[in-house]
């Protein structure tokens, strides 16, 4: 046996690992998907304000769920000041993690140029494309309609930014 050699861990180990570590971050999931319920129903409740103190610690922790229905809130101006500039961040960060109804809600904010500088079509294209290809029901019709807008150079342009983003978003469809 070569004496320099460094001891390697089994696969059986590296699986009790890896099945450990995912025990164990059960109960923070656990809690991150009843806080994320919880305000919902506040939501529901209108009570606003309550809901997004439960989840601005969800959503500064990376939780696209609850970032998304910040962005909502400040779209809507739902419990807080409407502000499109903030809502577009909100929804950009989900949209970044996959979120199929953060990219609708940032496309339409391409789309017609809220809270930016000016429209974008062939981004807000490619948003509603890769909010279809992530199971947006609504995102086809969006994508239908912005297209008759649109002439083929920025369609093939859109397309060639959704070659760049859906390996990553979505390695599986």
């Known amino acids: 046996m070569n004496k ?3 001891p390697t861990r089994s696969l059986a180990a590296s699986l009790c690992a890896a099945s450990l570590a995912a025990v164990l971050l059960l109960p923070a999931v656990a809690h991150a998907n009843g806080a994320l319920e919880q305000a919902r129903d506040l939501m529901e409740a209108n009570k606003f304000e309550e809901a997004r103190k439960l989840m601005l610690p969800l959503a500064r922790s990376g939780n696209a769920d609850a ?3 910040i962005g909502v809130m400040y779209a809507l101006g739902l419990g807080v000041e409407k502000d499109d500039r903030r809502a577009f961040e909100w929804y950009l960060r ?3 993690k996959g979120h199929p ?3 609708s809600g940032l496309a339409w904010y ?18 509603y494309t890769l909010s279809s290809i992530g199971g947006d029901v609504d995102a086809p019709d969006s994508l239908a309609s912005i297209e008759q807008r649109m002439t083929r150079a920025e369609i093939n342009e859109s397309l060639e930014l959704v070659a760049d983003y859906k390996p990553w978003l979505y390695p599986f469809r």
Do not use: C, F, I
């Open 110 to 127: 391409y789309e017609v140029g809220r809270g930016l500088p000016a429209p974008d079509k062939v981004r807000a294209h490619m948003w």
């Open 67 to 69: 970032e998304e229905l």
């Open 4 to 6: 320099t050699a460094k």
């Open 94 to 96: 989900s949209s970044l």
């Open 101 to 103: 109804g953060a990219q």
